[in-house]
T-cell receptor, first 112, second 116 residues
Framework: GENVEQHPSTLSVQEGDSAVIKCTYS??????FPWYKQELGKRPQLIID?????GEKKDQRIAVTLNKTAKHFSLHITETQPEDSAVYFC???????????FGKGTMLLVSP | EAEVAQSPRYKITEKSQAVAFWCDPI?????LYWYRQILGQGPELLVQ????????DSQLPKDRFSAERLKGVDSTLKIQPAELGDSAMYLC??????????????FGEGSRLTVL
């Protein structure tokens, strides 16, 4: 099955800095790559996703890039704010009825 | 805004006891998932339903866990007997599209299980 590795496990930045979280996946057939944000004690919520026919997608301060050849994708957050502090999960999904497999998460701490 | 409903929010039980969790997905969502999230880790799929049919239960410990979605709407996840290692957050999620690609998952707030 699919295996998703996520790095780093924790990331501390100063407010206004950029943050980058990286994930690799094992199944070359995977074609959908979402990112979820989970604030402390809250449910995971989708913040951005990308499909395999697109190399980059941006939504205001967040962007995701995908390198299918290398089987890795990254989340970029610019101009970080304290409210960006949360755990971020990447995930990958194959075609058909394939399972959505999550990485272990990155705890992002943005200090004022 | 419609949300996935789960109950109970918290459950404390002793090992060897039976526990059950209930999930009501967003109305009209054909696909329903049960995930287990151990503290500090990502969600791990236990079972995926498409309407009332199980699509994937390969990671469900079938000797003690069972799940059903009899009418293709709400779902129940049962553990019997509970073990210490079952302590975790049990997340239910649903997605709006039927068929192969189901897109965004909408999660419930979860049921936190503590086994003593």
């Amino acid at each position: 099955g699919e295996n998703v590795e996520q790095h780093p496990s924790t990331l501390s930045v100063q407010e206004g800095d950029s943050a980058v979280i990286k994930c690799t996946y094992s199944d070359s057939a995977s074609n959908y790559f979402p990112w979820y944000k989970q604030e402390l004690g809250k449910r995971p919520q989708l913040i951005i996703d990308i499909r395999s026919n697109v190399g980059e997608k941006k939504d205001q301060r967040i962007a995701v890039t995908l390198n299918k050849t290398a089987k890795h994708f990254s989340l970029h957050i610019t101009e970080t704010q304290p409210e960006d502090s949360a755990v971020y999960f990447c995930a990958a999904r194959g075609p058909g009825y394939s399972t959505l497999t999550f990485g272990k998460g990155t705890m992002l701490l943005v200090s004022p | 805004e419609a949300e996935v409903a789960q109950s109970p929010r918290y459950k404390i039980t002793e090992k060897s006891q039976a526990v059950a969790f209930w999930c009501d997905p967003i109305s009209g969502h054909a696909t329903l998932y049960w995930y287990r999230q151990i503290l500090g880790q990502g969600p791990e799929l236990l079972v995926q339903f498409q309407d009332e049919s199980v699509v994937d239960d390969s990671q469900l410990p079938k000797d003690r866990f069972s799940a059903e979605r009899l009418k293709g709407v709400d779902s129940t996840l049962k553990i019997q007997p509970a073990e210490l290692g079952d302590s975790a957050m049990y997340l239910c999620a649903s997605s709006p599209k039927a068929g192969a690609f189901t897109g965004e998952l909408f999660f419930g707030e979860g049921s936190r299980l503590t086994v003593l």
